[in-house]
């Protein structure tokens, strides 16, 4: 009973963990049309909000990486979440926009730690098998809560203004602190710590195999974030959706995702693995046909833009379940580098993308639907190559047996 309850509070606390660093983006989009106002900024420096804040994240990441391998997830978990309570509280009393700015960076430099090896600590402690479930049921239950925070931020954005995100967010980060210093346990550090050196991260990008692994991830899930980034502007400016209806729209993407990815935990050992990832693939090209539609019409309706998403969000719970896994044990001495560079990877692309897309932005879907598709296409090879490539199939089924 004892030890069932310490999993299960350990589990709690990496929810928690993943929920803060999902609403630190989520809760946060819906009031820039408010702050655009109150700092009166072009759309390009409203995203610079986010893509300063992925800066920030991915700077800290290849260091969050290495020194988790050298002493331990917690104590780096730790000094993440108070970087982040501490820029919080900067953001929330900023006079300016280059202090909202600044404070910002630091929210993405502190919340990388746990956003990145709060899925160690699973990986950890599981073997593949068991990882791949729990992976499932933990985005399930994320997305599902990442689903709510554009609802839970329009209100905050409507009643509180922009500086309710930040005090949300600065709660949220002490009451995460409190239980990660309280349930997480302490990982046995090596015994022998090299002193950190870029060159640590060569032999990840030597493996052709994992480096075709963080490719399809990074493109699969960069449609997603310019999608976020850029749609409080498009469907609360262009398109004439409040804010108190905003939410659901981009909410429901994130319900959709995270309903599969439940769904999916239930069946994941039932069915062939590979057989899967060749259906989830046919998906998105019926997500790309539909996007494209919608792109090439330039829609101004709102749901219809919203609908089209469907099939692509749904295609990506089976590649992101299975294949995030294999990527963290692909090198299983260097978990905390190979997520690391994952992570940094699709920050640096998303950050960029939606920069392009900000400055291509022209009040309509069309621009912002054209970059997107752009990936969708990058996603849709890459996991054709990963499954015609021998090293990877074999790792599959050296670690689960349901895949040949």
Not at 136 to 152: D, K
Not at 364 to 376: A, E, T
């Amino acid at each position: 009973m004892t030890q069932t309850f310490s999993k299960g509070i350990l589990l709690l606390t990496i929810i928690l963990m993943d929920l803060l660093a999902g609403m630190e983006f989520d809760l946060f989009s819906p009031s820039f049309p408010e702050l655009q106002a109150h700092f009166c900024l072009t759309p390009f420096w409203v995203e610079a909000l986010l893509s300063v804040n992925f800066i920030g994240y991915c700077l800290s990441l290849f260091f969050v990486g290495s020194l988790a391998d050298r002493y331990g997830r917690k104590v780096i978990i730790v000094i993440g979440l108070l970087i982040f309570i501490i820029s919080s509280f900067l953001c929330l009393s900023s006079p300016s926009y280059s202090i909202l700015l600044f404070g910002r960076f630091f929210q993405g430099a502190g919340i990388a730690a746990p956003a990145i090896l709060s899925f160690l600590i699973i990986a950890d402690s599981y073997p593949l098998k068991k990882q791949q479930s729990l992976f499932a049921i933990l985005n399930g239950i994320m997305n599902a809560s990442v689903g709510v925070a554009p609802v839970i931020g329009s209100y905050v954005s409507l009643y509180f203004h922009w500086q309710g995100t930040f005090i949300t967010l600065l709660l949220f980060g002490v009451v995460t602190l409190l239980m990660t210093l309280i349930f997480i346990p302490h990982t046995k550090a090596p015994e022998h710590r090299e002193p950190f050196s870029i060159r640590e991260y060569l032999p990840i990008f030597k493996s052709k195999s994992l480096v075709l692994l963080i490719l399809k991830m990074v493109f699969s899930w960069t449609p997603y974030w310019i999608f976020v980034g850029m749609s409080p502007l498009l469907y609360m400016e262009a398109l004439g959706v409040s804010l108190s209806h905003f939410g659901y729209y981009q909410g429901a993407l994130a319900s959709v995702f995270a309903l599969g990815s439940l769904f999916f935990g239930l069946i994941i050992n039932r069915y062939n693995q590979k057989k899967m990832l060749y259906s989830s693939n046919y998906l998105l090209i019926v997500g790309l046909i539909c996007i494209t539609i919608i792109t090439f019409l330039n829609s101004s309706n709102a749901l219809l833009i919203t609908v089209s998403f469907i099939p692509y969000i749904i295609a990506g719970v089976i590649p992101s379940t299975l294949l995030y896994p294999i990527c963290l044990n692909f090198m299983p001495k260097a978990k905390g580098r190979v997520s690391a560079t994952l992570r940094g990877t699709h920050l640096i692309l998303s950050a960029l993308s939606l920069q392009l897309a900000g400055y291509f932005y022209r009040g309509s879907f069309q621009n912002i639907g054209i970059i997107i598709s752009g990936f969708i296409v990058l996603s849709v090879i890459t996991l054709f190559l990963i499954l015609k490539n021998q090293e990877i199939m074999r790792f599959f089924e050296e670690k689960n047996g349901n895949f040949s």
